[in-house]
């Protein structure tokens, strides 16, 4: 392929110098058609954040065979519904509803753990913060709950924990997961079009491709399920990320511990290669709800979402006030969200990091 001229330099080059929204927009639209074809990934649905508002959102693609992808596509977002469930807890504990710090055995104590006595130590702080010592899932330790670590020593990631403490938080507050979501982020963010059931519109899912190649049929939790299968707009995630970076009714207090690390990642996922990054970050770790990369000139919080023809991404600059938000439905959508994510990371270590991704 030719160089560009020196007077035209590559798109990203200049959207990066020039970081209007609609630079930034424009170099995605660009760009996202190629995406998608190259990597085999139906759509993309893309939002920018900048100073607590949401820019613009776009999408792009097929959300099922022969149906345009639109800003009324629901998409699944897996596990970015955990920073959606911490801010709900995080709520319920500013308006008085229940401790990051109490011991949830007296509300909620799993059956499978009902002998062990270290299922008193467990807090919602530590559940936040993925440290109750599960793993993943209970069916990957034979499909009964059990500690494969002791709590509070240390971060592994856990979507069991997440819906421990969701059983909690249910019965502490004597409501339902889903109920507890509108009342204290759907509604307050104006998330609308948001749910665990996504029932009667079935017509507007982004139907899932698995890595080869195939459609599936869409997963969903009706019942609730607070690390997984929530549905929603691009729309709608972006209006909980502005929502978060504004910190709207949530006291600095909880910000603050929202946003620092209560449990470094020293799995082998989670570190910076030296060898393809310049600018790695001095710590990576977990906040509650969310991943914490510490860089020199600001910390970056971020989630990723990936499960069989679902990939998703969220990260925001606390610093710059500038925030992104990606939903795919095909198994290599985290190829796609790096090319837009390098774009709209601009200039910045986390782009590196993004781009050391790359295949």
């Known amino acids: 392929m030719p160089r560009a ?41 893309v939002a920018y954040v900048r100073d607590g508002a949401v820019a613009w959102t776009r999408v792009y693609g097929e959300q099922a065979p022969g149906v345009p992808a639109t800003e009324r596509t629901l998409y699944n977002v897996a596990s970015l519904t955990k920073p959606v469930f911490a801010e709900t807890m995080l709520r319920m504990a500013a308006a008085g509803r229940l401790s990051l710090d109490e011991p949830m055995a007296p509300a909620w104590v799993d059956p499978d753990l009902a002998g062990d006595p270290r299922a008193r130590l467990l807090t919602p702080r530590l559940a936040l913060s993925h440290q109750l010592g599960f793993a993943n899932w209970r069916r990957e330790t034979g499909g009964v709950l059990r500690f494969k670590w002791e709590p509070g020593t240390g971060f592994h990631y856990s979507g069991e924990g997440f819906e421990y403490a969701a059983r909690f938080a249910s019965r502490k507050a004597g409501a339902p997961l889903d109920s507890l979501a509108r009342q204290y982020v759907f509604r307050p963010f104006g998330m609308t079009e948001t749910s665990w059931r996504p029932g009667g519109r079935a017509d507007r899912i982004a139907r899932p491709m698995g890595p080869e190649g195939r459609y599936g049929d869409p997963a969903t939790s009706p019942g609730g399920n607070a690390a997984d299968d929530l549905y929603t707009t691009i729309g709608d995630y972006a209006a909980f990320l502005a929502g978060v970076m504004k910190h709207d009714g949530l006291p600095a207090r909880l910000v603050a511990q929202r946003d620092s690390i209560h449990a470094l990642d020293t799995g082998p996922g989670a570190q910076c290669d030296r060898q393809k990054v310049a600018r790695c970050p001095g710590r990576i770790g977990y906040g509650l709800g969310w991943s914490v990369m510490e860089y020199a000139d600001g910390p970056v919080l971020w989630h990723t979402g990936s499960d069989w023809g679902e990939k998703a991404m969220v990260f925001y600059f606390p610093a710059r006030s500038e925030g992104v938000v990606m939903l795919t439905n095909g198994a290599n959508g985290f190829q796609v969200m790096i090319e837009a994510g390098i774009v709209l990371a601009g200039n910045t270590a986390f782009a590196e990091y993004l781009a050391a991704g790359r295949p």
Not at 17 to 29: C, Y
């Open 5 to 45: 001229a020196a007077s035209q330099p590559h798109p990203a080059v200049a959207a990066a110098r020039d970081r209007t929204a609609d630079s930034l927009r424009a170099v995605i639209d660009q760009g996202a058609p190629g995406w998608l074809a190259r990597f085999h990934v139906p759509s993309l649905a």
